[in-house]
């Protein structure tokens, strides 16, 4: 049954091609008309960038969840749970736990310090603009591998709904994806994709609670059940830790640097960060940070009843041998379960959490080199038109655009969670050292700033493109190259801690003097909110 199922799945997914791409097309319908509803208000950068900072911390915890739950979230981990059983829910795991680290360590302090991005934060009491230069560069690499991602999984979904198996016919379904995003950055700014965010949580979060109560309730609402069924199909691995991360000693640090990647990097991720800055108050920042962790948390379990769910009822080799490979975990079980209606509004919840989360991506990237690289740097602050900057984050969004579909091209076929948590490799490794010391250390300086953003990045992209990720292994993204020499697949291990004593060595031998005054109206600043648009009082 199982061998014959991929075939099956195949053409009933072409057969309904239609009603696929019209559940997807009244989604966009809708979402188009929320932002131009909200590109109404869009006038100035603080529009632009933060919304307006009209949001309130429920509607920006939803948003966090919106942006947060990735196609990596959806498709990549119930896929890797469906083949790989317990290691796959590791991903779930790492994931969920990173939110502790971004509420207790970064939330409040950078939402109260900054104003629009990360380099707000760094440039605070160091020399602005080697230090914004470096916040915005990081800013774009970790974007970059994160667009690859999502642009992947755009293409293996879209070849699993229509049965496109054609390498060019998937490329230009990850054109099209790209060219959507572009047009809700360039209209509706940080408004309007927060509120594209909102709607795709929602829809998000009710599509998978309706097929975990479904996958349950063919089982009676017995999760041993479930998980016995799947240990018939796939085999007893699948319920026991070591499927992935356990054949080698190799793949045992390659686990622990993927979890030190995992559990750190959400803290580094600047479409993350830039979240924080759309709420009015310190307290709406933590709120929202609570509602995420609670709505993600929830998502999470729902993951492991549908990874598990599609091993017992679709089988590890007929998601393997689909059109998306492990990336069609789901989207096979809706179909299985709920017929080609279900498929297609799961599907149709896919295609939204990729738009979202790109759109997400694009303006943070596009922000950070308008507000840090052209307002700061080249013009040094003295922007003759306020909407000259807006306008050269639309320009730079649509660079950003293209280049992310060729990348999602290049990418096509991958794992979206191992693409994901290489970004958040690079993110963890230039991003949250730099953002630790920069909020904690007194002593620390620009110098170490910009050893602990540059050696960061480097050394972690020198490790990502020498490792079996990259070329070297039939999983690779190339192949047919062989320049591996690097044993890891996931840098984190490493790079992670390089970045930290980079930060320390730089400051130490680092010959500029630290300015206490401005060290110590940070610390007030961050802890109180006093200075922040509509600070509160404590």
């Known amino acids: 049954m199982i061998a014959a199922l991929s075939p099956l799945a195949q053409n009933e997914t072409a057969q309904n091609s239609a009603l696929n791409i019209g559940i997807f097309g009244l989604f966009v319908v809708v ?20 919304g307006g900072r009209a949001f309130t911390g ?32 590791l991903y779930s795991i790492g994931f969920l736990v990173a939110w502790l680290v971004a509420l207790l360590l970064v939330a409040e302090l950078l939402r109260n310090t900054g104003k629009y991005t990360m380099g707000d934060v760094l440039s605070f009491r160091m020399k602005e603009r080697p230090v914004r230069t470096a916040a915005s560069l990081s800013t774009l690499a970790v974007s970059f591998f994160y667009l690859l991602a999502q642009m992947a999984g755009a293409g293996g979904l879209v070849a699993l709904l229509l049965g496109i198996t054609s390498k060019s016919g998937q490329a230009l379904v990850i054109a099209v994806v790209g060219a959507l995003m572009i047009v809700y950055v360039l209209v509706g700014g940080m408004k309007g994709t927060t509120w594209v965010q909102i709607i795709k949580a929602a829809l998000l979060i009710a599509g998978a609670l309706v097929m975990t ?46 979890g030190v990647a995992l559990v750190l990097g959400t803290a580094g991720l600047p479409h993350v960060l830039m979240r924080f800055y ?24 729902f993951t492991l009843v549908l990874g598990y769910g599609a091993g017992a009822l679709v089988g590890p080799e007929a998601i393997k041998d689909a059109p998306g490979g492990v990336n069609s975990a789901a989207p096979l079980l ?9 498929l297609g509004f799961i599907a149709a919840v896919a295609f939204a959490t990729i738009l979202a989360v790109v759109a997400g991506l694009t303006i943070t990237a596009s922000a950070s080199f308008a507000h840090d690289i052209y307002a700061n740097v080249l013009k040094k602050g003295k ?27 290049a ?16 993110a963890a490794s230039a991003n949250l050292p730099t953002l630790l010391y920069s909020l904690f250390w007194k002593r620390f300086n620009t110098t170490g700033a910009l050893w602990s953003i540059y050696g960061g990045l480097a050394v972690t992209i020198l490790l990502i493109v020498f490792s079996p990720a990259v070329t070297g292994s039939e999983s690779a993204m190339f192949p047919s190259l062989d320049i591996a020499w690097f044993p890891l697949k996931n840098p984190g291990l490493i790079s992670i801690p390089v970045s ?39």
């Open 411 to 426: 990418a096509n076929g991958q794992n979206v969670a191992f693409l994901v948590a290489l970004a958040f490799a690079v």
């Open 500 to 538: 930290f004593l980079l930060g320390y060595l730089g400051t130490i031998f680092g010959k500029e003097k630290v300015n206490e005054a401005k060290y110590a109206e940070m610390e007030v600043r961050s802890l109180t909110g006093a200075g922040a648009e509509k600070a509160i009082s404590h």
């Open 213 to 258: 109560v479904w996958v349950l309730a063919m089982y009676g609402f017995n999760l041993s059940g479930l998980l016995g069924h799947a240990a018939e199909v796939a085999g007893p691995s699948v319920l026991d830790p070591g499927a992935q991360y356990g054949t080698s000693e190799t793949s045992k640090l390659d686990f622990v640097s993927l």
């Open 58 to 89: 429920p509607q920006n915890g939803v948003a966090i969840a919106g942006d947060y739950l990735s196609a990596a979230s959806f498709l990549g981990i119930a896929g890797a749970i469906a083949v790989y059983g317990y290691d796959g829910f």
């Open 278 to 301: 759309t709420v009015p108050t310190a307290k709406e920042a933590r709120r929202s940070v609570v509602w995420a962790i609670w709505l993600i948390g929830l998502f999470y379990l």
């Open 334 to 342: 809706a179909l299985e379960i709920g017929g080609p209606l279900l």
């Open 383 to 409: 922007v003759d038109d306020k909407n000259q900057e807006v306008k050269v984050a639309r320009i730079t969004a649509v660079v950003i655009g293209v280049v992310s579909i060729l990348g999602g091209i």
């Open 31 to 50: 979402t188009m008309v929320v932002v131009f509803r909200a590109s109404r208000n869009t006038k100035t950068a603080a529009d632009y960038y933060a």
